[in-house]
T-cell receptor, first 114, second 115 residues
Framework: DSGVTQTPKHLITATGQRVTLRCSPR?????VYWYQQSLDQGLQFLIQ???????AKGNILERFSAQQFPDLHSELNLSSLELGDSALYFC?????????????FGPGTRLLVL | AQTVTQSQPEMSVQEAETVTLSCTYD???????LFWYKQPPSRQMILVIR??????QNATENRFSVNFQKAAKSFSLKISDSQLGDAAMYFC????????????FGTGTSLTVIP
């Protein structure tokens, strides 16, 4: 158990819908990262927040948005969902925002868009 | 964008033997970080080992070590005394401040450990 929690574990929804994935980092960690793992695109870095501020941005679609709240939990919002958004979404956290920081990954949220 | 290539989709090793997983990357930068992550069937991502590009010494973590060849842009992972619990998907990853702190992952190598 990494100490990072993600809810829900599984999510089934329909195309065109909007969902919110939630992540609670390890106690004391200020940085949160979001990743998408799909069969056709592999593991992709989406976005990083540090203490409420966006720190790095990867291949995150405009239909997706994220934020980190004052209590340091983070949410990833996915809207206008498409079949291709079906994937495993990971959240990770680290103490600081540095490149060398060890990230602790949550168990993931499996999203299925029908 | 940076590219990370893992040319071995699948590998197998006999228990207690040694196996090496390959990773190459493409970059024009001199300062960056390289990582190996393990993803067992539980799908959890676990950091195995990390290497800073400015350090010439190869990183080692117990039975896991890397062979970092900066000029060749190669970063292979050696697992010694393989154990059944090492069976997993292994991902190589690259990160640098010059690419906006993004992570770039390879496509992974699935490792089977044969008892």
């Amino acid at each position: 158990d990494s100490g990072v929690t993600q809810t829900p574990k599984h999510l089934i929804t329909a195309t065109g819908q909007r969902v919110t994935l939630r992540c609670s980092p390890r106690s004391g960690d200020l940085s949160v990262y979001w990743y998408q793992q799909s069969l056709d695109q592999g593991l992709q870095f989406l976005i990083q927040y540090y203490n409420g501020e966006e720190r790095a941005k990867g291949n995150i679609l405009e239909r997706f948005s994220a934020q980190q709240f004052p209590d340091l939990h983070s949410e990833l919002n996915l809207s206008s969902l498409e079949l291709g958004d079906s994937a495993l979404y990971f959240c990770a956290s680290s103490v600081d925002a540095g490149l060398q920081e060890t990230q602790y990954f949550g168990p993931g949220t499996r999203l299925l868009v029908l | 964008a940076q590219t990370v290539t893992q040319s071995q989709p699948e590998m197998s090793v006999q228990e207690a033997e040694t196996v090496t997983l390959s990773c190459t990357y493409d970059t024009s930068e001199s300062d960056y970080y390289l990582f190996w992550y393990k993803q067992p069937p539980s799908r959890q991502m676990i950091l195995v080992i990390r290497q800073e590009a400015y350090k010439q010494q190869n990183a080692t973590e117990n039975r896991f070590s890397v062979n970092f060849q900066k000029a060749a842009k190669s970063f292979s992972l050696k697992i010694s005394d393989s154990q059944l619990g090492d069976a997993a998907m292994y991902f190589c990853a690259y990160r640098s401040q010059y690419t906006g702190n993004q992570f770039y992952f390879g496509t992974g190598t699935s490792l089977t450990v044969i008892p």
